[in-house]
């Protein structure tokens, strides 16, 4: 096991997540579960072919991995059918109106960020 590797590709991250090379040639994936195990021999001779493939040691990547749920491959309804939840309207959030701290007068977020109220001239920000 400790002879068992793992093929960043380091060029790029999704999110926070590394991309590592996928099982049988099939690009990149950032799940595991679909990534290449590769021998030391075979790592050591990919990163010596393209330097930006970093190989990583099968048992330390394993142990510093974490269950996710990646938002893309779930679908709320479908998982909901048939369990009896019901779920409860979603409530709009109110965005905060800014108001201008010379003139009080409600202002855009960009005016309140340039930091200039369009109406007094003022430093809009408090």
Same mark, same amino acid.
């Given at each position: 096991?400790?002879?068992? %590797?793992?093929?960043?590709?380091?060029? +790029?991250?999704?999110?926070?997540?590394?991309?590592?090379?996928?099982?049988? @040639?099939?690009?990149?994936?950032?799940?595991?579960?679909?990534?290449?195990?590769?021998? *030391?021999?075979?790592?050591?001779?990919?990163?010596? +072919?393209? &330097?930006?493939?970093? &190989?990583? #040691?099968?048992?330390?990547?394993?142990?510093?991995?974490? #269950?996710? !749920?990646?938002?893309?491959?779930?679908?709320?309804?479908?998982?909901?059918?048939?369990?009896?939840?019901? /779920?409860?309207?979603?409530?709009?959030?109110?965005?905060?109106? /800014? *108001? !201008?701290?010379? !003139? @009080?007068? %409600?202002? +855009?977020?960009?005016? %309140?960020?340039? @930091?200039? !109220?369009?109406?007094? @001239?003022?430093?809009?920000?408090?």
């Amino acid at each position: 096991m400790a002879d068992l %590797f793992f093929l960043q590709d380091s060029r +790029s991250y999704v999110g926070n997540d590394m991309l590592f090379w996928a099982k049988d @040639g099939n690009g990149y994936t950032t799940d595991l579960r679909k990534a290449e195990i590769y021998t *030391r021999e075979q790592a050591q001779a990919q990163h010596n +072919s393209r &330097p930006t493939d970093i &190989p990583w #040691p099968k048992q330390y990547i394993d142990a510093r991995t974490r #269950p996710a !749920c990646d938002m893309q491959y779930v679908n709320r309804d479908d998982a909901l059918a048939d369990t009896g939840i019901t /779920l409860a309207p979603q409530q709009a959030i109110s965005k905060e109106r /800014l *108001r !201008c701290s010379g !003139c @009080g007068s %409600f202002i +855009s977020e960009a005016d %309140f960020w340039r @930091g200039e !109220c369009p109406r007094c @001239g003022a430093d809009s920000r408090p």
